[in-house]
């Protein structure tokens, strides 16, 4: 197989278009070309001109006499291979199976490709399958009532089901797990598509069906799914992991446990603490989400291109270095989305955002976020979860004691001023929001760092600072506010046969990252199963 690289087309092509630019590049017959396929295609919009700018993959005459021919164009080479190899397979007596705490993607990653090796591991999730899940969640955002075991944080699928699906990462990643992670999804349910385009997402309804999905393959190879299994405590012996106790008091033997329960765990944080288990505190950020018209992030970004639907609704990413030293920046950006009650916990509101595939809504939401680190929640590993509890719970009282946000325009957050009604952006927190002052809802160098923020992001996206922008508080789940450290072994510091993984850990960003992660703590885990004999 040949790949070529950074091969442009208009963005208005069509299917022989591109066979044909293939064609010239090389210099070939049409003939010659036997097959292509799409590795990655992104947009590229330099000086006004949008064109899209492939990497293609091809079956092709005369392979190696092209490669001597182009040998000096570093777009030319021989396509590397990026397919998944296992790295081991289980024993066929396995004196203990794994168990894995946790079937977000990280779990549910590092349970499919134990199960693929034939590792038949147990997993333990302390929320509800994703129908029922679905039922609890849409509770709080339609009825203000709050379920803390089954919401947008906790049950089968983790914390990114209900989500925009944004699926890619920043992570080096030398063995193409992400790939991996890509290709189970895209077998599970989700559009091709997400193995090629530059920036894929699925949105939340596909994910869902897709999550029963990739369970009922762990099943039939003889994995094991135990819902409403919230894992309590942990047996330790002579610094190795025996056991779990469960909430209904049962208890469970095991050598090998991966912990990939996600930040919003806290008490399986403390118990975690108690128990002795090395972590500690990280940075992470605080802030709000903000929310503007679709059509005018749109139109920004994609100028005359806008509506074309090959770009689809317009993301962004902004980044403002404040004077008091502080990064502000975007975070999880929801094209054509709508803002979630993200709260875990009773007496708290969070927000976080998510979309459908369609990216059909028309507002654009993302979180607008202040980098914090452990020098402002001193007082060790837990100190950032008191902080995020403190202004999770000042946030339910500024919204009103409902559920409900607390909001405030844009403008009026920018001239210091209590918002009293809605203004041209309708926000779309469900269950509703509470105009108020922002101010006090979070430190005063996050406030006075996003003031300063604003307007230059306007000066980035024009209208970005607009007045009747809306923003809503507080999003303090960016991620988790600590690490449970591990070492080269992927083993816990001071617990061996305890595997941390997972954004919980401390060691994920995102959907991506956490199954990337997963896959590689059962990759570590397998190893040392078969090691061990
Ligand atoms: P989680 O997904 O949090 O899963 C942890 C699981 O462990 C949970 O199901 C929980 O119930 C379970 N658990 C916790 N404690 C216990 C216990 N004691 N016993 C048993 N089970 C336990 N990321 C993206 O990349 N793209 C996006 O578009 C995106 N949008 C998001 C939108 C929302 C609304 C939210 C909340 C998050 C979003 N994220 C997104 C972030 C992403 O969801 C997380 O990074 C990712 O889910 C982390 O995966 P994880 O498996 O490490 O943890």
Same mark, same amino acid.
């Given at each position: 197989?040949?790949?070529? @690289? ?11 278009? +591109? ?40 079956? #092709? ?52 490709? !134990? ?18 899940? @679905? ?9 203000? #009532? ?14 990114? @089901? ?11 990643? %030398? $063995?193409? +797990?992400? =790939?991996?992670? +890509? ?7 989700? %559009? ?37 299994? $919230? ?10 992991? /025996?056991?779990?106790?469960? *909430? ?7 050598? &090998? ?98 979309? &459908?595939?369609?990216?059909?809504? /028309? ?18 590993? !837990?100190?950032?979860? *008191? ?20 909001? &405030? ?7 210091? =001023? ?6 041209? #952006? ?15 809802? +979070? ?5 006075? *760092?996003?003031?300063?923020? !604003? ?16 923003? @809503? ?57 078969? $090691? &061990?004999?």
């Amino acid at each position: 197989m040949l790949r070529i @690289t950074e091969l442009k087309l208009p963005l208005d092509h069509s299917e022989q278009d +591109l066979a044909a630019a293939i064609v010239a590049f090389l210099g070939i017959k049409p003939a010659d070309l036997k097959s292509y396929t799409v590795f990655k295609r992104s947009y590229d919009a330099r000086r006004g001109v949008m064109s899209l700018a492939y990497i293609i993959d091809m079956e #092709v005459e005369g392979e190696a006499r092209l490669l001597a021919r182009f040998k000096d164009d570093i777009h030319v080479l021989a396509t590397p291979d990026t397919s998944y190899h296992f790295v081991t397979q289980a024993p066929v007596t396995l004196a203990k199976r794994p168990v894995v705490v946790g079937f977000g993607p990280c779990g549910l990653l590092a349970a499919l490709v !134990l199960a693929q090796m034939g590792f038949k591991p147990i997993v333990l999730e302390r929320g509800k399958k994703v129908r029922e899940r @679905t039922k609890d969640t849409w509770g709080l955002w339609r009825k203000n #009532v709050l379920n803390p075991e089954s919401n947008v944080q906790f049950g089968e699928g983790g914390a990114g @089901t209900f989500s925009d699906g944004k699926l890619y990462s920043q992570i080096k990643d %030398p $063995r193409h +797990l992400g =790939r991996k992670v +890509l290709t189970e999804f895209v077998k599970a349910g989700a %559009p091709e598509e997400i193995l090629f385009i530059a920036k894929p997402h699925i949105g939340t309804f596909r994910l869902v069906s897709m999550v029963e999905k990739m369970r009922a393959e762990i099943e039939s190879l003889g994995g094991e799914i135990r819902f409403q299994q $919230r894992v309590t405590d942990l047996h330790i012996d002579n610094g190795h992991i /025996r056991g779990l106790t469960l *909430a209904d008091g049962s208890q469970i033997e095991a050598d &090998q446990v991966i912990l990939a329960l996600g930040h919003s765990a806290r008490d399986t944080f403390e118990m975690l603490h108690q128990r002795g288990v090395f972590m500690e505190a990280k940075p992470f950020s605080v802030g709000f989400r903000i929310e503007h018209p679709q059509t005018m992030i749109d139109k920004v970004r994609w100028g005359k291109y806008a509506g074309h639907p090959i770009l689809g609704a317009a993301d962004y990413k902004l980044v403002h270095h404040a004077s008091n030293g502080r990064a502000v920046y975007s975070f999880c950006m929801c094209p054509g989305g709508q803002v979630v009650a993200a709260t875990s916990e009773e007496g708290r509101v969070v927000t976080n955002g998510m979309s &459908q595939y369609s990216r059909a809504e /028309r507002n654009a939401n993302s979180g607008l976020v202040v980098s914090i680190n452990p020098e402002d929640y001193p007082g060790g590993a !837990l100190a950032g979860i *008191a902080f995020q509890r403190a202004l999770e719970s000042h946030a339910y009282v500024l919204g009103g004691s409902t559920y409900e946000a607390p909001a &405030q325009l844009v403008g009026d957050f920018l001239a210091g =001023r209590a918002s009293t009604a809605v203004g041209s #952006v309708e926000p779309s927190y469900q269950p509703g929001v509470h105009w108020t002052d922002l101010a006090t809802a +979070l430190p005063d160098f996050a406030i006075s *760092a996003m003031r300063e923020a !604003l307007p230059e992001f306007g000066k980035k996206i024009r209208g970005y600072d607009m007045h009747d922008a809306v923003l @809503t508080g507080v999003e303090t789940r960016t991620s988790s506010p600590l690490r449970i450290t591990r070492g080269e072994d992927l083993q816990s510091l001071n617990v061996k046969g305890l595997y941390p993984a997972g954004e919980g850990a401390g060691y994920a960003g995102g959907i991506l990252s956490a199954g990337v992660d997963g896959i590689r703590v059962a990759e570590a885990l397998a190893l040392e199963i078969t $090691r &061990q004999g």
